[in-house]
């Protein structure tokens, strides 16, 4: 504990912490990547014969309005799209090649999800916008082999929202998730949990800055209360353990 103290950083920390600041560094962070999202999405789109999802929006019929459990794929007179029905009540409407989802479309899951997203070869790839009913989540990002892979937005129908880094589905690499009642993380996530090093804000006036382990605070970190409070040192699952040091709003000192 010795040795993290004497860290200059460490030392900066603990003096000049603010949860303020850890707050602006997070949003900054949060628009970096929602940009770089945009641009990616804004330069595939442009790479597939200048389409964007407006103008699919356009030329393709509402999913909801098809009701049909056929095996069947029916092209329009201009051969700008094709319906695809599938016995499994699955539907797709989009630009086909050799019989399979090729280019931009629109699909309906057996689960109701809606996808709008680019196909090669019936799998999702480059980027896609999906509404998953289940979780009453949009996914707006990067694909790979179906599966979220690369930088995406993922927001829920109740105000929690995350900007960051996906593999294979899973929240991974940097990223920042934002809860409903503005409680925050800013940092690293592995395998869908918070692990590595992160911020944390909880909406009002307390804050952690240190290591996560299992979505939990666990290894080195600082905490920092709203009335002046504060303690580096070890945390096991959420809570102190081992070698620290305690501050009180007053001159005191506990270690």
């Not at 991974?172 to 804000?201: A, C, K, P, V």
């Amino acid at each position: 504990i010795n040795e993290f103290i004497n860290k200059n950083e460490a030392k900066k920390h603990i003096n000049n912490y603010d949860p303020k600041v850890m707050n602006k560094f997070a949003i900054n962070q949060l628009i970096k990547i929602q940009k770089k999202v945009r641009k990616s999405i804004r330069e595939n789109t442009l790479k597939a014969n200048n389409f964007n999802k407006d103008k699919i929006d356009e030329l393709l019929p509402s999913l909801n309005i098809i009701n049909s459990t056929k095996d069947k794929t029916i092209t329009n007179k201009q051969k700008d799209f094709c319906v695809r029905y599938y016995n499994n009540g699955c539907i797709y409407i989009g630009q086909m090649k050799n019989n399979k989802c090729n280019g931009y479309g629109k699909y309906k899951t057996q689960e109701n999800d809606l996808i709008l997203a680019f196909f090669n070869n019936n799998n999702i790839q480059d980027y896609g916008i999906i509404e998953r009913k289940n979780t009453n989540s949009i996914y707006e990002g990067e694909f790979n082999n179906n599966a979220f892979n690369g930088i995406a937005i993922e927001s829920f129908k109740d105000g929690a929202a995350y900007y960051g880094q996906f593999k294979n589905n899973k929240k991974h690499g940097i990223g920042t998730y934002i809860w409903s009642d503005n409680t925050q993380y800013q940092g690293e996530w592995r395998d869908g949990e918070m692990n590595g090093y992160g911020l944390f804000f909880d909406g009002k006036s307390r804050s952690y800055e240190g290591q996560w382990k299992g979505g939990k605070m666990d290894g080195v970190g600082l905490f920092r209360w709203g009335d002046g409070r504060k303690y580096i040192g070890f945390f096991k699952e959420d809570k102190r353990q081992g070698l620290g040091i305690y501050m009180w709003k007053n001159p005191e000192l506990y270690q």
